[in-house]
C-alpha cells in the first residue's frame, strides 16, 4: 500500500508543470516547428509524449489566431483614424473648390465605404426574376417544365455514358493490337 501511495504522489508531481516551462516548452516546439521537425522528432528531443506535442502547438495556434484578429482591427481602427485625419485636412481645400483636395477626400471616403462594409455587392436578381416566372406558373405548366429539365439532364448523362464507353473500347482496340503485335514479333 505504501508503494502505491508512492507512486501515486509521483505521478502528481510529475504533472504539476509551471506556466514558465510550459510557455518555454512552446516556445522550443515552435522553435523545432519552424526547422520542419514532425511531431514525432519535437516529441522525441523534447522527452515529451506526442499528444504533449499536439495539444502545445493547438494551443499556440489558438493564441497566434486570437492575436491576428486582434492585430487586425487594431490597425483597421488606426486606418480608419488616419483616413478621418486625411479627410480634416482636406476639407478645407474642397471648401475651396480645389480639384486635388475633392479627389483626395473622394479617395478616402471611398476607402472608408469599403473598411466599413457600406459597398456591399449588389445582388444579382436573376434567380428572382425565374421565381417570379415560376410562381406565375399553372401546376401543369411547372411539372412540364420538371419533366423537360429531367429528360435533358438525362439526354446529358446519356451522352457522357456513351462517350466514356466509346473512348473505353477504343482504348481496349489498342490494347489488343499491340498484344498481337506482340505476339506476332514472338
Known amino acids: 500500500m505504501a508503494k502505491q501511495k508512492g507512486v501515486h504522489r ?14 518555454e ?17 519535437i516529441a522525441r528531443q523534447l522527452k515529451v509524449s506526442l499528444g504533449t506535442v499536439a495539444s502545445d502547438v493547438e494551443a499556440m495556434m489558438q493564441e497566434w489566431r486570437s492575436d491576428s484578429v ?5 490597425a483597421k481602427e488606426l486606418d480608419l483614424q488616419h483616413i478621418a ?15 486635388p483636395a475633392s479627389e483626395m477626400t473622394l479617395k478616402a471616403l471611398t476607402r472608408r465605404a469599403k473598411m466599413l462594409g457600406y459597398d456591399a455587392p449588389e445582388q444579382l436578381q436573376v434567380f428572382d426574376d425565374k421565381l417570379t416566372e ?17 429528360a435533358e439532364r438525362l439526354q446529358e448523362q446519356n ?11 477504343q482504348q481496349a482496340g489498342k490494347t489488343a493490337g499491340a498484344r498481337k503485335k506482340t505476339a506476332r514479333k514472338k
Open 134 to 150: 415560376i410562381e406565375q406558373m399553372t401546376q401543369e405548366e411547372v411539372d412540364a417544365e420538371i419533366n423537360k429539365l429531367m
Open 85 to 99: 485625419m486625411i479627410i480634416r485636412a482636406q476639407l478645407p481645400g474642397v471648401m475651396r473648390g480645389e480639384i
Open 10 to 23: 509521483k505521478k502528481a508531481n510529475a504533472k504539476k508543470v509551471s506556466t514558465a516551462q510550459i510557455q
Open 70 to 74: 486582434a492585430a487586425i482591427g487594431e
Open 25 to 41: 516548452r512552446r516556445m522550443r516546439v515552435a522553435m523545432l516547428l519552424l526547422a520542419r521537425n514532425t511531431y514525432r522528432q
Open 159 to 169: 451522352a457522357a455514358r456513351n462517350h466514356r464507353a466509346k473512348a473505353t473500347r
